[in-house]
C-alpha cells in the first residue's frame, strides 16, 4: 500500500513537473508574439499542428493507406508554409485539396478497405489540423471595420491554454485523490465525476488567473477585454465553466480515438503526458 502511494506521488510530481515545463514553453510562445511578433507565435503553432497531425497518422496506423502516408507527410510539413502564404483561407483550401487527392490516391488501391481508410484520413485532416488551426484566427484576429490586427490575441491565447491546463490538472487532482464514482466508464475508465467537478473548478482558476494578469489595476498586460467590468467577469467565468467542459470533451473524444487505435498515448514525447496531440487533444475541443 505504501508502495503504491509512493508511485502515485511520484507520478502526479512528474506530471506536474512536465505540465511546467510544457506550460513556460508556451507562455514564452506568447510573450514572443506579444512582446516582438505576432509570426513567433505563428510558428510555434504551427509545430504543434504539424507534430499533431503525425501522431494520429501513426496512432490510426493500417487504417489508413500506407499510400497516403507520403501525402500526409506533405500535409504535416508544408501546413504552416500555406499558413504563412495564404492565412486562414489558404489552409482551408489546401485540407480540401490534400482531401481530394487522397480520395483519388485511394480510388485506385481498391484491394484496401476503402471505406475507413477514408474516414480515418479524413477524420485526422479534420482532427486535429482544422480545428487546432483556431489558434491562428485567435493569434492573427483582425478588426472587422479596419481590417488592422485586434490587440486581443495575447488575452484570447492566454484563456485557450489556462483553462484547458487548469482543467485538467484540477481534474487529475480530483480524481486521483477524490474520484470514486466513475464518469462514463465505457470510454474512459479512470475519469471520475468527481474529477469531472474539479475540472470545472480548475477551469474557474484558470480564467480567474488570466483575469488577475489582464484586467486588474495591477495586470501585467493592458490588452484585456473591452467591455465594462460587470460583464468582464460574466466573460471570465463563462470561458472558465464552458471552456472546461469543452476542454472535458476533447479528453474523452481523444479516449475515444485511443480505443479505436487501441493505444494509451499518441506517443511518448511528453514522458507522462504522452504526446503533443496528448497534451493539447483538449484545446481541440475547448477552441471550437
Known amino acids: 500500500m505504501e508502495k503504491l502511494e509512493k508511485q502515485t506521488k511520484i507520478s502526479m510530481f512528474n506530471r506536474t ?32 499542428v504539424g507534430i499533431s497531425i503525425m501522431e494520429v497518422r501513426y496512432a490510426l496506423g493500417d487504417r489508413i493507406s ?34 481530394v487527392v487522397g480520395c483519388i490516391i485511394s480510388i485506385f488501391n481498391v484491394k484496401e478497405d476503402l471505406a475507413t481508410s477514408l474516414f480515418n484520413f479524413a477524420f485526422l485532416l479534420i482532427y486535429p489540423a ?14 472587422t471595420t479596419t481590417g488592422e490586427l485586434t490587440p486581443y490575441n495575447t488575452v484570447a491565447l492566454s484563456l ?33 465525476i468527481e ?10 482558476v484558470g480564467a480567474l488567473i488570466i483575469f488577475l494578469l489582464f484586467e486588474t489595476p495591477f495586470a501585467i498586460f493592458d490588452c484585456g477585454i473591452p467591455l465594462p467590468l460587470v460583464w468582464k467577469i460574466a466573460a471570465y467565468v463563462a470561458i472558465g465553466l464552458f471552456g472546461s467542459v469543452f476542454t472535458q470533451t476533447g479528453d474523452l473524444v481523444a479516449s475515444i480515438v485511443k480505443r479505436h487505435t487501441k493505444v494509451k498515448d499518441y506517443s511518448l514525447l511528453l514522458g507522462s503526458h ?8 483538449g484545446w481541440a475541443a475547448g477552441i471550437k
Request: hydrophobic fraction near 55%.
Open 66 to 99: 500506407k499510400k497516403i502516408g507520403i501525402l500526409i507527410w506533405f500535409f504535416a510539413l508544408s501546413y504552416g508554409i500555406f499558413y504563412f502564404a495564404f492565412g486562414f483561407t489558404g489552409v482551408a483550401l489546401f485540407t480540401l485539396a490534400v482531401f
Open 17 to 48: 513537473l512536465t505540465g511546467a515545463l510544457i506550460g513556460v514553453v508556451y507562455i514564452a510562445a506568447i510573450l514572443a508574439g506579444y512582446f516582438f511578433d505576432r509570426a513567433i507565435t505563428s510558428y510555434f503553432l504551427c509545430i504543434v
Open 160 to 192: 485557450a491554454f489556462t483553462v484547458s491546463s487548469c482543467t485538467d490538472m484540477f481534474a487529475y487532482f480530483f480524481g486521483v485523490l477524490l474520484g470514486k464514482h466513475k464518469l462514463v466508464p465505457e470510454i474512459s475508465p479512470k475519469k471520475t
Open 195 to 204: 474529477g469531472a467537478f474539479g475540472g470545472l473548478f480548475g477551469g474557474l
Open 130 to 143: 482544422l480545428i487546432m488551426s483556431a489558434l491562428f484566427y485567435l493569434n492573427k484576429a483582425q478588426d
Open 274 to 281: 504522452g504526446g503533443i496531440m496528448d497534451r493539447f487533444d
